[in-house]
Nanobody, 125 residues
Framework: VQLQASGGGLVQAGGSLGLSCTYS????????MGWFRQAPGKEREGVSC????????YYGDSVKGRFTISRDNAKNTAFLQMNSLEPEDTAVYYC???????????????????WGKGTQVTVSS
């Protein structure tokens, strides 16, 4: 696995957390990057995606205005800043990459080529 997510943890509702996803393979800048999450008993949900250049971002409706995705191609790393966290944000968060799809197709998760191991985010009420 060449994708490593980190930064999860336990936070109170209203708090913030930042996740990082580092890619150890080559050509990071040729990949659309995405963050996804899955809560127990629920289907995987597209959280946010970012185009190769970082110029365009996409968000799931449930996180718009609260989460911010970014990337640093020089450091082969994507980020997810999560603010105003809610208990409903509790889930395992995964980062994924794809060199094949457009950013606009990313949130479905279907076109992602590689998935990292997840990191747990728990928001207490």
């Amino acid at each position: 696995v060449q994708l490593q997510a980190s930064g999860g943890g336990l936070v109170q509702a209203g708090g913030s957390l930042g996740l990082s996803c580092t890619y150890s393979g080559g050509s990071f800048s040729k990949n659309v990057m995405g963050w996804f999450r899955q809560a127990p008993g629920k289907e995987r949900e597209g959280v946010s995606c970012i185009t190769r250049s970082g110029g365009t971002t996409y968000y799931g409706d449930s996180v718009k205005g609260r989460f911010t995705i970014s990337r640093d191609n020089a450091k082969n790393t994507a980020f997810l800043q999560m603010n105003s966290l809610e208990p409903e944000d509790t889930a395992v968060y995964y980062c994924a990459r794809s060199g094949l799809i457009r950013g606009s197709s990313c949130l479905s998760g279907g076109g992602m080529e590689e998935w990292g191991k997840g990191t747990q985010v728990t928001v207490s009420s």
